[in-house]
């Protein structure tokens, strides 16, 4: 089987369509449908493609949204070579003339938006206040670039902070997760679980483990 890593990203519910709409910003929306969030009062649409074969209208009270993405981010070294290694000498490899750096789209990226954590098969204690923003791979070559890459894990980190984000946490497929941004800060820290409330992850990070 091959490696299956994800970034964690949880929100407050508060900030939940805010980051939606803000993605589209971060995304490669040329040629995808959008999809449509429907309220009691009104729509909402949202720049993002439902993930292949789901519908593109949702009620806002749905536990779970699917999207499937394509994310522009600036070169860095490991986007390079990933480019390189699936496009051959068709990918451009010699510095931009602006000196500025390029932006590639990476996808498709597997978005899953779990609105409901109370519903989440993860959570020993039932979160009601927090959203997650699963980012998912297409399988070992993406999930690579998602562990080498700096500036993918920057721009997640731009978006927690854009939104007052509560956690980052990276899935490394296995028991545990690295807590990379927490409350505003930095970190590198193993967590015992990808699925932790705030004052759980505070205890951990006290305690040292």
């Not at 939606?20 to 995304?27: E, F, H, I």
């Not at 394509?70 to 699936?86: Q, T, V």
């Not at 930095?186 to 483990?209: C, D, T, V």
Request: negative net charge; contains cysteine.
């Amino acid at each position: 089987m091959g490696l299956n890593y994800n970034y964690l990203l949880y929100f407050s519910q508060a900030h939940l369509w805010d980051v939606l709409q803000s993605l589209g910003d971060k995304c490669d929306t040329e040629g995808m449908q959008p999809t449509t969030i429907q309220f009691p009062d009104h729509d909402l649409v949202i720049p993002l493609m439902s993930d292949w074969g789901k519908k593109d209208v949702f009620p806002h009270n749905q536990p779970e949204l699917q999207f499937a993405i394509s994310m522009n981010f600036e070169e860095d070294e490991a986007i390079a070579d990933y480019l390189y290694n699936r496009d051959g000498d068709q990918f451009d490899r010699s510095p931009p003339e602006d000196g500025k750096p390029r932006i590639h789209s990476i996808g498709f990226i597997y978005l899953t938006v779990f609105t409901d954590l109370s519903q989440h098969y993860g959570f020993t204690n039932k979160p009601n206040e927090m959203v997650l923003f699963k980012f998912g791979t297409t399988g070992t070559k993406m999930s690579l670039l998602f562990s080498d890459s700096t500036s993918i894990r920057k721009t997640f980190i731009k978006l927690l902070e854009d939104h007052h984000g509560i956690a980052g946490i990276f899935d490394w497929e296995i028991d545990y997760g690295e807590l990379f941004w927490f409350k505003g800060r930095h970190y590198q820290f193993s967590l015992s679980n990808n699925f932790l409330l705030p004052e759980e992850i505070e205890l951990e990070l006290a305690r040292g483990y």
